[in-house]
């Protein structure tokens, strides 16, 4: 086995602590080559695609790997913003506003962004925290809801790099928050905002990014878990289960996945006369491609040419300031047992005291659920 440089071993130096919030990823740039590299490698993730390689393979690079990349290149420029990818955009801002959120709260940790498929990558940035001095990391993946296809992948990439690794830092791992009281809160927040600035839809439609049908059959939790993302943000919302709609996008390929499918959901939805609507992704916390283009321009234009007057896209948690406290909360909940904390012995007690506040506000807002 190869194993990769190791940075100078420093005796009595201070063991640093770290999160890495890592977001699925993006291709580079918009365009047909930047597109071809992501997708080689995101749908080239056995995690992904469950299918054998010797029959996968040939139709990702003989077939998809040649037309898809131009087509989706086009999708891209369409939400690319003058910072960049919308996804990276957004998650870099996380990052930093999760690290001053800590930093407010005496916390010496670093936060860095990175992405499971393209840049920056997993690998680079563990490389870069080890150079760092840190020894403690907790992996934040940025899906409130567990999935084989997303969360484990991370995962999978995390132990390949510790393969090749001699000093292995001390891992801890965030696995779901898809039922954290703040994680609802903020949605609910963010809900109420759209409602006071747009008006209230006759239906409110919740998509989450869809996966393959026999993924739950095989005991993938993803399906039970957007559910209850669901089911926690309607109470929170004090809406009627009629007036809520869960639903599914991002279908790939020929295989059943979960069902109801969001865009002809909602061109039922218009063909039945309804004719406001609100959508937002819950399962996505940046926007990105799915939700600024699929959700936002396909979607909409087909439940507006199927009769449906007014679509109300409600845009992901992104920096929202609701959002990021759950972040620290979720964060602070896992450091937990590590010493992060520092200044003088007052700051910890005010510390504790925060975190003891934080905890009774999240137990009150789950009574109220």
Not at 79 to 96: F, H, K
Not at 97 to 122: C, D, F, I, S
Not at 245 to 263: H, I, V
Request: glycine letters at 8%; aromatic letters at 8%; charged letters at 20%.
């Amino acid at each position: 086995m190869t194993f990769r440089a190791e940075p100078a071993y420093q005796h009595g130096r201070k063991a640093g602590t770290a999160i890495v919030l890592c977001n699925l990823g993006t291709p580079d740039a918009p365009t047909p080559a930047a597109v071809r590299r992501y997708l080689a490698e995101f749908l080239g993730d056995p995690r992904v695609v469950e299918i054998p390689a010797a029959i996968w393979k040939p139709i990702l690079h003989g077939v998809i790997l040649r037309t898809r990349p131009a087509v989706s290149a086009k999708k891209y420029e369409s939400v690319w913003m003058p910072e960049g990818s919308p996804l990276l955009v957004w998650t870099q801002r996380q990052a930093q506003l999760l690290q001053e959120w800590l930093q407010a709260r005496n916390h010496a940790v670093t936060v860095r962004a990175a992405m499971r498929y393209g840049q920056p990558g997993l690998d680079a940035t563990l490389d870069a925290l080890k150079a760092e001095g840190v020894q403690r990391i907790l992996v934040l993946p940025a899906y409130p809801q567990y999935s084989g296809t997303t969360t484990a992948s991370v995962l999978d990439k995390v132990f390949q790099w510790s393969a090749q690794a001699r000093s292995v830092p001390e891992w801890r791992f965030v696995n779901r928050y898809h039922d954290h009281p703040l994680y609802i809160q903020a949605l609910a927040n963010s809900v109420r905002r759209h409602w006071e600035a747009n008006g209230q839809g006759e239906r409110l439609v919740l998509s989450f990014h869809g996966v393959p049908e026999r993924t739950h059959v095989l005991g993938d939790p993803y399906h039970c878990e957007c559910r209850k993302t669901a089911r926690l943000l309607q109470e929170a919302l004090g809406l009627p289960s009629e007036r809520v709609l869960m639903t599914f996008q991002s279908r790939f390929g020929k295989a059943r996945w979960l069902e109801p499918y969001t865009e002809p959901s909602l061109i039922a939805l218009a063909q039945q006369g309804v004719r406001h609507i609100d959508v937002m992704c819950p399962g996505f916390t940046a926007d990105c491609l799915e939700t600024l283009e699929e959700i936002n321009m396909e979607v909409r234009h087909a439940f507006t040419g199927a009769g449906g007057e007014r679509f109300g896209y409600i845009p992901c948690l992104n920096a929202d300031a609701d959002w990021i406290e759950a972040l620290g909360a979720i964060s602070v909940q896992h450091l937990a047992g590590w010493e992060t904390l520092q200044g003088n012995a007052l700051a910890r007690e005010q510390e504790r005291d925060a975190l003891a506040a934080s905890a009774a506000r999240a137990r009150a807002l789950g009574a109220a659920q």
